[in-house]
């Protein structure tokens, strides 16, 4: 009964949450009037009044933002492009599979390679390994993914011409590679950074020094007695990355041409066409108000004080 | 009058945190580095002018797209509608016949001009060979000038976001963790509101709504990166409102106001500023990233994000790699500065630090 309260609880306050999130994407949208920028600044102003009415604009704002809300609501509608007149679902929907293979590859590496790092310091603190692994992940951390991306380009693409410089997946594997690493490299440097504190948090523990002291092997103290207590702040970094990754992939689609919605957006942002920058922004602010529910819940399953608190 | 007991020793010789912050910090080497670096960067952006004799601005359309340590060769003539800035004209080679110049330009074309219109009295002051240290861009500029300035532009992005973002979260957190009730329940729906989304998605949401420029780029980034301030702020004040100093501060009838700007705030400043240090490297990073994707400082403004989407397009051809690289090279050096900073002070600042 608690727990159902809890979870109660959760989804009520997301909901809260996700209304200010709709209020806050409805304000997206360029200075100027938007029909202006559409018809170009020698359209008369008969036909920029009908393209108001088109969109919308003629209501007053109040009157607007509740339609805005009541079409996601309802619908789920989106609106339209301005630029090409098509319902923003569907571009979303058209450019999804593409984003959610690149992030989630990412990621996958990113878990692996973090955590690994993130171990490998923690074997001897302060040694050359520990510097090293760590010295690599707070670059990793002050690099700009889109940067890293044009340093691959440069390195990986055009001076050695080991993988192609942009094109999507559908033409081979080989055009995953650098996309894939880049967008993996800041979470992946987190990743490590987290795994490396709250490793030396729980090393530190009697019951640590207990196991080693009753005879077992490094390799079996580390895995099974240390890692698995120390997961718990790598998994909430893990979880709070997932959207931020999806913001990620805004550059780096960019920079290696891959048609996700990233690239979807930039487009829309060069273009002013801002029921496109709304629905993807919205779209990822959804993605990681959910993932939180998702998360709490989890954790009140796993750590039953949370929800007693 | 008796006199004052002396104060017990403690205190006579206790450090104030600032002081032992400094001497911790001075011990850690990454962050003295880093320090250093920041203090460099800042002295050359400062004086800009002096370092460069070049322009930010100025187009030498025959020298477009030069490597690094490209010497040229130039002709200053006069400028009759700025009589102290004067036209360049790039040349191969020339000749001086008496009263008039002969030269030829880069394409080969061959010129005749009286000497009289060119820039000052001697050959010194009408003919150059400058050096281009990184090269040029695009549009013939100089590569290493756009650099330095690039680095006000940064280094201001990084004062003025992070002070707008400190503004709005201390307030914000100072509200909910002095108040509480619905008070912290109003400011953490919006905390979490804003939280929703990506910090970057929201500094290009903003930067839409307000439009391109230098201070829509500033107020936007500084709008969207307060939340990690008002979280830290109001987890600080939720302990030290428990503090029996400030149960005194009650007790003595000060104001609200009294209490959090005098008695709370300070106690609360260590990870405030550790955080504004990283808060500092993110606004820059967002610039860069901004200008990368056409929204953000516009040209001709100089700006490392502006600076790396001009190379971009010649990356891929394989032309002049130095135009993408350097800025990269500048903006991560700044940035890992900062981190490197940072991370220093917040082990610094942590009182369970053992080192001492």
Request: charged content about 15%.
């Amino acid at each position: 009964m608690k727990f159902l309260l809890y979870v109660l609880g959760r989804i009520h306050y997301a909901l809260w949450v996700l209304a200010g999130v709709v209020v806050v994407t409805f304000f997206i949208r360029p200075p100027g009037d938007p029909a202006r920028v559409l018809l170009g600044q020698h359209a008369d102003s008969v036909s920029v009044a009908a393209m108001r009415e088109q969109l919308g604009l003629d209501r007053p704002l109040y009157e607007q933002l509740f339609l805005y809300g009541k079409n996601i609501v309802t619908d789920g509608d989106l609106g339209r492009s301005i630029v090409t007149r098509r319902p923003v679902t569907e571009i979303i929907s058209e450019r999804l599979p593409a984003t959610v293979l690149l992030a989630s590859a990412s990621m996958a590496i990113a878990i692996l390679g973090g955590i690994a790092l993130g171990l490998v310091a923690t074997i001897r603190p302060n040694s050359w390994i520990d510097t090293a692994s760590m010295s690599t992940s707070l670059l990793g951390i002050s690099l700009p993914s889109f940067v890293v991306g044009l340093l691959f380009i440069l390195v990986f693409g055009v001076t050695l011409e080991w993988f192609p410089n942009s094109g999507y997946i559908d033409r081979g594997w080989q055009y995953l590679t650098l996309p894939l690493i880049t967008l993996a490299i800041r979470p992946m440097s987190i990743i490590a950074r987290v795994t490396r504190s709250s490793m030396l948090d729980v090393l530190g523990q009697d019951y640590v020094r207990t196991a080693r002291a009753k005879g077992l092997s490094m390799p079996t103290v580390y895995v099974r007695h240390a890692l698995r207590n120390a997961l718990n702040p790598v998994v909430t970094t893990i979880s709070a990355w997932f959207a931020g990754l999806l913001a990620g992939t805004y550059f780096i689609e960019f920079v290696f041409n891959w048609p996700g919605i990233g690239y979807a957006s930039f487009t829309a942002i060069t273009q002013l066409d801002y029921p496109v920058i709304q629905g993807t922004v919205l779209l990822t602010a959804v993605i990681f108000v959910v993932t939180n529910v998702v998360a709490d819940i989890i954790y009140s399953i796993l750590d039953p004080r949370i929800r007693l608190r | 009058m008796t006199k004052a007991p002396s104060q017990p020793t403690s205190l006579q010789h206790g450090e104030s945190l600032g002081a032992l912050t400094w001497r911790r910090l001075r011990k850690n080497r990454g962050a003295t580095i880093g320090l250093a670096v920041l203090v460099l960067m800042i002295l050359l952006a400062l004086s800009a002018p002096l370092i460069t004799p070049f322009d930010p601005a100025t187009q030498i359309l025959e020298y477009t797209v030069k490597p690094a340590g490209f010497r040229g060769n130039v002709l200053l003539k006069k400028n009759p509608s700025i009589p102290d800035r004067p036209t360049i004209v790039a040349v191969s080679n020339f000749r001086q016949i008496g009263d008039s110049i002969h030269y030829t330009d880069p394409a080969g074309e061959a010129y005749v001009i009286p000497v009289s219109s060119l820039f000052g009295t001697s050959a010194n002051d009408w003919h150059k060979e400058p050096l281009f240290v990184l090269g040029t861009d695009a549009f013939g500029r100089d590569m290493f000038t756009r650099l330095i300035y690039g680095m006000r532009v940064s280094l201001s992005v990084g004062l003025i976001a992070e002070s707008i973002a400190l503004v709005i979260g201390i307030i914000l957190g100072s509200l909910a963790g002095y108040f509480r009730g619905w008070v912290d329940d109003g400011v953490m729906w919006l905390v979490n509101v804003v939280a929703a989304f990506p910090t970057i998605l929201l500094i290009i949401a903003f930067s839409v709504i307000l439009g391109k420029g230098y201070w829509q780029t500033f107020v936007a980034i500084g709008v969207s990166s307060w939340v990690d301030i008002a979280r830290i702020v109001r987890g600080q004040f939720f302990s030290i409102r428990e503090q029996e100093y400030i149960e005194a501060t009650r007790a003595l009838g000060y104001g609200n106001v009294r209490t959090i700007l005098r008695h709370m705030l300070p106690n609360a400043m260590g990870p405030i500023v550790v955080i504004s240090t990283a808060g500092f490297a993110t606004a820059i990073i967002a610039e860069a990233s901004l200008s990368f994707i056409g929204l953000g400082v516009q040209p001709p403004t100089a700006s490392w994000g502006q600076m790396i989407k001009d190379g971009y397009g010649y990356l891929a051809v394989g032309t002049n790699w130095g135009m993408t690289v350097f800025p990269c090279l500048v903006m991560a050096i700044a940035v890992f500065a900062l981190n490197l900073f940072g991370d220093g002070l917040r082990d610094a600042l942590d009182p369970r630090t053992t080192q001492r």
